[in-house]
């Protein structure tokens, strides 16, 4: 009797489960298009572009000058118009310069990271609140992303109303 009443609870649990998992929704988005597709990103890549470019164009600057001071400094070396205190104390200059060069590149980097982060955070932002709108207002408890969805029924893609909600 006991078992019996162990095997009816069970079967109840898991009828309770089957039932409350198949009313749940899923969704899916393609976040990857959407953002492609906003006037805001590609304003967003183009800015990122230009700030690259004019970093990169003072850093190839910095290097060439560098450069060309390195092929001053071993011509003079070699016509011997230096002392060796002097070339000793010219290629302390141009160490410290070649470390400036590598500091200047570190920190190229960490800007155009830093201003990356400032220029999108707003646009994902934008789109992660128009996904929760329409999944609010269409009823699904879970919206993945296409790019990590190994299968999706084609009726599950909500991606066009999210287009719409962000008015694209």
Do not use: C, H
């Amino acid at each position: 009797m006991k078992k019996f009443i162990q095997l009816a609870v069970v079967a109840l649990l898991l009828i309770a489960a089957t039932t409350t998992a198949s009313a749940q929704k899923f969704g899916y988005v393609n976040s990857q298009a959407i953002l492609a597709e906003m006037p805001e990103m590609k304003a967003a890549e183009s800015g990122l572009e230009a700030l690259q470019t004019q970093l990169q164009k003072k850093g190839r600057a910095m290097v060439e000058t560098f450069q060309k001071d390195v092929q001053e400094l071993q011509t003079k070396a070699q016509a011997g118009e230096l002392t060796p205190k002097v070339q000793q104390e010219e290629s302390a200059k141009l160490e410290a310069r070649q470390k400036e060069i590598g500091e200047f590149e570190q920190s190229m980097v960490e800007d155009l990271q830093k201003k990356r982060n400032e220029l999108l955070e707003p646009i994902y932002e934008k789109v992660n609140e128009a996904i929760k709108a329409v999944a609010k207002e269409q009823g699904f408890q879970f919206i993945f992303d296409q790019q990590v969805l190994l299968f999706g029924e084609e009726s599950s893609d909500v991606s066009a109303a999210v287009k719409a909600k962000l008015g694209m």
